[in-house]
């Protein structure tokens, strides 16, 4: 398995701080909670979140 990249652009009526904040600094634990037909949990391998962070991504089953 290789590098994997994603971009992607939209709008939205909540303001980027409270975005970024829920998204990025705490989407590990918010991303499994809100799409948990998807996402069964994601764990930080090795790192704290910076760059070279290694994350495992656990994807729901079906």
């Known amino acids: 398995m290789g590098p994997l990249s994603f971009t992607d652009k939209t709008s939205s009526p909540i303001p980027l701080a409270r ?4 998204l990025i600094l705490e989407g590990d634990n918010l991303i499994p909670k809100i799409m ?11 790192g704290d979140g910076g760059a070279g962070t290694i994350k495992k991504i656990n994807f729901a089953e079906g």
């Open 19 to 22: 975005a970024f904040k829920a």
């Open 36 to 46: 948990p037909q998807a996402f069964k949990s994601i764990d930080v391998i090795e």
